[in-house]
């Protein structure tokens, strides 16, 4: 399936923190299918990915009082327990493997593990900032980061001093790297 | 030598095509340059990564589980994905978000009544909502898409509104002619700008357009035929166009 229209909002965001469960319903509707392809790719099975997306929203909706809409938005904040199910679950499954000792085969393929969801959520959480960075820095950077424009091509663009372009990409790429390091926090 | 100016350093991490040998040069063996450099290169190739382009939806009875696990209102008992219909557009979304916000967050006793009273108010009026949101909300523009050379397909765009002061493009085709794939985007009519919605992946489909993008600046709606190159330009091939009555 094509993904499905997005389009959330900070008040979204308050709205879930405050316990709304029609926001959860909202959420699900946006973004369990992407939840259930991270988990599909990591563990290799539709029926593990339906159990982790299950897990996610129901950890999300229990947790919800630790969730902080000034630190990510909703959807970065489930792709980041998206993660956390995903590395529970192969750590569950690579116990299993011990006890057992079958063949490597049914061990879900180590070279996605739980990495996708966590890239996945950064660039959730990056998409949120972008917002956040109001204008011409929101507009500058959506230019180089997905046009691939120079900075001489997005001052010519946007018709904006070359010199100011390029302070406006240090600032806003050194806060959007700031922002990386801040941890999601998901349950 | 001394450090690389930040400035440089972010149009390094960005591809820009900037920077003297020498400068790189230093990059290669300065440890405080070569940090700073990796940390914003990989901002970069995170805010680049692109999102599974096809996505598996949860069978209906992962939001059965979660809703008898959770104990969730009896309305909301309905697979918000539309059950076995992948339809996206059969399923409107519940649209609670706008009065919650302003909702007190920690309420004295005085208040708690009126908080409660205007909770079912909201709820009331988020579940009317939803009820008669089964009927699409009027459209903010039209365009009619008519083939280019060499194509046939005709088709329709419309801008819907999505509460937040969100705005979605909603694209329907008489077909899928592409070779490659399907590209949808807003373009300036001197064609000096374009901004790209995504891809389309059969004849129908819904973006989102970014807030604050002005239509009237870009009111041409364009479905290109995109070569899997992995270039994120326009391929310059359209197969239909049409602009917005906006």
């Known amino acids: ?187 | 030598m001394q450090h690389l100016d930040p400035e440089l350093l972010s149009l390094l991490a960005l591809d820009d095509g900037v920077g003297t040998d020498s400068e790189r040069e230093h990059l290669r063996r300065c440890t405080a340059c070569r940090t700073e450099y990796e940390e914003l290169r990989r901002t970069v190739s995170v805010a680049r990564t692109q999102p599974p382009q096809t996505l598996q939806a949860p069978g209906p009875q992962v939001w059965a589980a979660i809703h008898r696990e959770l104990g969730l209102a009896e309305t909301l008992a309905e697979d918000p994905l539309g059950g076995n219909v992948r339809d996206i557009r059969s399923a409107p979304p519940p649209r609670p978000g706008t009065a919650g916000g302003r909702r007190p967050r920690r309420a004295r006793p005085l208040w708690l009544l009126a908080a409660a009273a205007a909770l079912v108010l909201v709820l009331g009026i988020g579940w009317i909502v939803s009820r008669q949101a089964a009927a699409p909300p009027a459209p903010l523009a039209v365009a009619t898409l008519e083939p280019l050379k060499q194509f046939t397909t005709t088709g329709s765009a419309e801008v819907l509104p999505t509460g937040g002061n969100q705005r979605e493009l909603v694209v329907r085709l008489s077909a899928d002619e592409a070779h490659g794939y399907q590209e949808v985007w807003l373009i300036k009519p001197d064609l000096s700008g374009l901004v790209s919605l995504g891809v389309l992946e059969s004849t129908t489909g819904t973006f989102a357009i970014p807030p604050g993008l002005n239509l009237a600046d870009y009111p041409i709606v364009d479905v290109s035929d995109e070569p899997l190159d992995g270039k994120p330009a326009h391929s310059g091939v359209s197969i239909v166009r049409g602009k917005l009555d906006v």
């Open chain 1, 1 to 187: 399936m094509p993904a499905p229209s997005q389009s959330w909002s900070a008040e979204l965001d308050a709205a879930f923190a405050a316990g709304q469960e029609q926001v959860l319903a909202e959420a699900y509707r946006q973004f369990a299918p992407l939840v259930h392809t991270l988990a599909a790719r990591s563990l290799g099975s539709q029926a593990s990915a339906d159990d982790a997306t299950q897990e996610v929203f129901i950890r999300a909706w229990r947790s919800r009082a630790t969730y902080n809409p000034a630190a990510a938005p909703v959807p970065a904040w489930l792709v980041g327990i998206t993660r956390n199910v995903i590395a529970d679950a192969l750590a569950a499954a690579a116990r299993e493997q011990r006890k057992v000792r079958a063949a490597a085969d049914v061990l879900p393929d180590p070279g996605h593990g739980p990495e996708a969801a966590e890239v996945m959520a950064d660039r959730l959480l990056l998409e949120g900032e972008l917002g956040r960075l109001g204008e011409p820095q929101g507009s500058i950077m959506r230019l180089a980061f997905y046009e691939d424009l120079t900075h001489e091509q997005i001052a010519r663009r946007l018709d904006l001093p070359l010199g100011t372009v390029k302070s406006h990409i240090r600032r806003s790429l050194s806060r959007l790297r700031d922002r990386l390091e801040v941890d999601h926090a998901a349950p």
